[in-house]
């Protein structure tokens, strides 16, 4: 991005950079209940959410990115790998990169982490970009983009550290990724987007308990709390599919914004089961809608398909009346993992104001009240009768 | 510092840096007894103690800094963060700072790391500065400096990776830091400085196990040797604090220092143990001497209320009689952590000779003798008699 | 190396570079028995190799490197130590190195590990230079080289990490590394190379079980798979050491290799086994054939005393009928760890075709087959019959 440390050869053959995005947030839960029913909501705590230090080299046309993090998303102090991948970039507004990377499906993955709207994306967007894509999987793809569309598409394996985890795996999952996106209308105030995307677990990891899957979120807030939004286990997984459309429109300084994904998980013959089993159906949505008061209004950026985190015009600088910009945001986020007799349902209201004094720091707020009915599996530990709760959270956040 | 790699940009607006420091130790431990007691005293080992890849980014007023270290107090291998925090430098002589932080309470905490006079901190230091301070603490506050005198003070929080170790904390700690040093006279030849910290933890992290403290120290040496040094674990603690003044005095080329500080530990009521319960005090001190044999001696920097190392005059070149700069050091260390039934006492001798060849790099030798009192914990399996030992370690040193 | 991205004072008296080697692998196993025998051999899998980050300062004479590491031999997913150390490099054509390092005794250990002509090194190499060198050795000692000989020789330490492991340590390990090559024979058209290597370790590490030592690899297949190869566990081990000649011949575009090593292991008298207990012997050995098809061969380095990978003239651009380097491979590896009734042996055939379609990235492509005799252990869980199997792994690799 502008203002990234670069050097650069005299001849332009080369060029190095190092960029940053750091978030650390702190805040707590409030009214937790009917009961905190043995979940871990912190009164009151801190989190590095993001510590990512982009290292990236190129030569001519070759352009190999490598970013450690030592943020995350639960519990921070350690050090993981956000990306490391090779890409090709000598055709025209086109990305060809195999290694672990970041696959695109959805707005709210192709939005920048340090562009969201709210401190996290919605828990429909994060349980689909999980199936076989998110931070650090090992991708082989591309993506090519236009002044009015942008289409890409990855054949994709397992996630960084995978067997790390479950030294058991014998045989790592396999998917893919496409997603095709579009601007019907574009005018100076009005700004039409719309695509789809879609994804699929070929096959899922097969370690010592057999392919299993777990359809799973937090509350939409990053500070490490019990996840109680779940499908429950999933035995014998064959296949999983996802499928969906995103939508939103800029009006002037307003944008509206709205994905919807459908899950289908079949489970399929296995060694230990034979016989043809269960299929399961999950979906969720999330509207978002945000206002910017102060700066440029969040604008759609052709390279990525997405829209970006509003503009600073002037600095802040509160002797020459320059506020830097300021922007308020909404959301309404439902998930339904219930199906038969497995999985609940979590709806999540949001409401978020950010301000930032100049392009490269960003301070966030954001109030939550989240709903999640019961988790009907027999030996659930916690969520026995449901849970309702408040959070507020605050962020700092640097971007270079 | 003068001489980290830095590119900034032509109008000034940007900069970016990268720093180092890197300290690799060897050595161990001779004659520890009167029975090694089931402790480890390595005979001899190595140990990275800090590898910390400094990265700054500034922006106009406002600078970023992220530092991963691969070193260890203990037994390297792993990678972890020393900072993570955004400062705001627009008020002159003022740093505001947020995010994960070492807030500095004491002279020997405020001293760079790769300016010790010894190897380690003395003990009472290390326990102090644990209680609310220490490395990767996450820290709301600033610091201001004036030729003569500097104030400091922090709203500090966990330290990084607290919830990572245990991620039973279902409320996390609270806790603040102040300091305030000044120089009443000042002259070329002497250098009288005083001042005093204070820290408080208003609340620890509350775990499965409650809310627990223990004060705990090795011998001063960090090669991942048992510690002998404990209070004993302390159960339903409501608040920690310590406070003390902190002195030194530099004659030409000779610097005395010393610090004393006592901790006061109340217990409190908790839901298991709702009756008032007992307060602990401990307390320790240390007495410093220097005396810098050749190069320019170690002097007072304003900017953080904390002596310096050693200047080299002329770079080690033995062709032209020129031999950088060496320095002598004698140290008397003494924790007390000693109250009622519980915890028991560390003294430690400690000589040390420093040689700097060049501003960036040095070769530190260190001979220490402790002497460490019985262990009354009835459950204790190590130091059961009391235990004496003697240390011998090295370490080679860059910084940029 | 050339390409690398490097700032430099205007007085030279700094410099400061940041370089990568970025190597992800895919593949899998096919066709593993007589059975799989609780052996893990992934099917189909990924994993990132190497991603090291070399951060190098430099104030005149004196060098500092630190290079983190994201990749892993077998699971990714976690961060490591490649190297930390100071060099001094005052005299002429030599360098004196203290800190964690990687001594260089063979061949197949000076040639820089993006330049392989495999995807790993032979067993026997891989087994040598752990015994006492190897990636993140603590090592105190230097190098020399001249046009036609290069001489080396370290005294080393424990590995970064060892106690992190194995925290029961009280006594680290010590060892050394020698190494002297030469080339008797040198034409525009022929090269002779010829040199030997030698380790030891003079005692081990002693953890709670003792000083025990257990020689053991992987098929040269860096994907996590269980370790079919190994001598068993030897208990109360007084000394380790190898020793054996490294011979290489080039003609024109032709380059032939081998190396061979003897292991000696003897255990000694320990306080629980005072009588003098056994010798065991071991030994391996390879012979690898290159040629390089397209672009310039694989040459001999005076500076590292071995060979590097092949010069690609003109970048890789089909419009221009440039298509880089390419090179095909073949080797064969034999490692005896059989020694009365304990361990077994490894044969490994392997061929292999690489891909420069420039200086900084390459692509390579290796099929292999390996044959494993049974494992005489009567405590063994995999590999009680023997097991051949085959593999197919490709790597994606980027170096600056």
């Known amino acids: 991005p502008n203002g990234r440390p670069t050097i650069a050869s ?44 982009y290292f990236s080299w190129r030569y001519k046309d070759w352009v190999v990115n490598v970013t450690p993090d030592f943020g995350s998303s639960t519990f921070d102090g350690s050090a ?13 507004h086109t990305t060809l990169t195999v290694g672990y990377f970041q696959p695109r499906m959805e707005e709210e993955s192709a939005e920048r982490s340090g562009a969201f709207e709210f401190l996290e994306r919605p828990a429909i967007v994060d349980i689909v970009r999980n199936i076989a894509s998110g931070v650090g999987r ?12 942008l289409v890409g598409g990855y054949f994709t394996g397992q996630k960084v550290g995978d067997r790390n985890k479950d030294n058991t795996i014998t045989d790592s999952q396999t998917g893919a990724v496409v997603r095709a996106v579009g601007r019907p209308y574009v005018s100076k105030d009005i700004d039409v987007f719309m695509g789809a995307g879609a994804t699929a677990a070929f096959k899922v990891n097969n370690g010592s308990k057999g ?17 109680l939004l779940t499908s429950g286990v999933l035995s014998d997984v064959s296949q999983i599919w996802a499928v969906g459309p995103q939508l939103a429109l800029r009006w002037k300084r307003f944008l509206l914004k709205s994905e919807y994904y459908h899950i289908g998980v079949q489970q399929g013959a296995s060694v230990e089961n034979p016989s043809v089993l ?16 102060l700066g440029n209004p969040r604008i759609y950026s052709e390279k990525i398909g997405a829209f970006t985190a509003p503009g600073v015009t ?17 959301r309404w986020s439902v998930t339904n993992l219930h199906d038969g007799d497995t999985g609940n349902q979590q709806t999540v209201w949001e409401s978020g104001v ?16 989240f709903i999640v009915s019961r988790d009907p599996n027999s030996k659930a530990t916690v969520n026995l009768l449901g849970t309702t709760g408040n959070a507020v959270v605050g962020r700092v956040q640097a971007a270079f």
């Not at 960029?19 to 989190?47: H, I, R, W």
């Not at 392919?211 to 500070?223: F, G, K, Q, V």
């Open 278 to 293: 269960r299929s399961f159906g999950f979906d969720g949505w999330y509207v978002a809608a945000n206002y910017t008061l």
């Open 138 to 149: 090992f991708s082989v793809g591309g993506e090519h983009y236009e002044k009015r569309w």
């Open 354 to 369: 950010n301000w930032y004094p100049n392009r490269h720091f960003r301070f966030m707020l954001d109030y939550q009240h």
């Open 10 to 53: 005299d001849d332009k053959a080369y060029a190095f950079s190092i960029g940053l995005l750091a978030q650390e947030d702190f805040g707590g839960f409030m009214g937790v209940g009917p009961s905190k029913s043995g979940g871990n909501f912190n009164n009151f705590t801190q989190n590095a959410r993001r510590l990512r230090l």
């Open 314 to 330: 002037y600095d802040f600088d509160p002797a020459h009346n320059h506020w830097g910009a300021l922007e308020l945001s909404g």
């Open 80 to 92: 993981s790998l956000f990306e490391a991948n090779i890409n090709y970039t000598g055709l025209r």
């Open 211 to 227: 392919r299993r899957y777990t359809a799973s979120s937090n509350t939409e807030i990053p500070l490490g709390e019990t996840n």
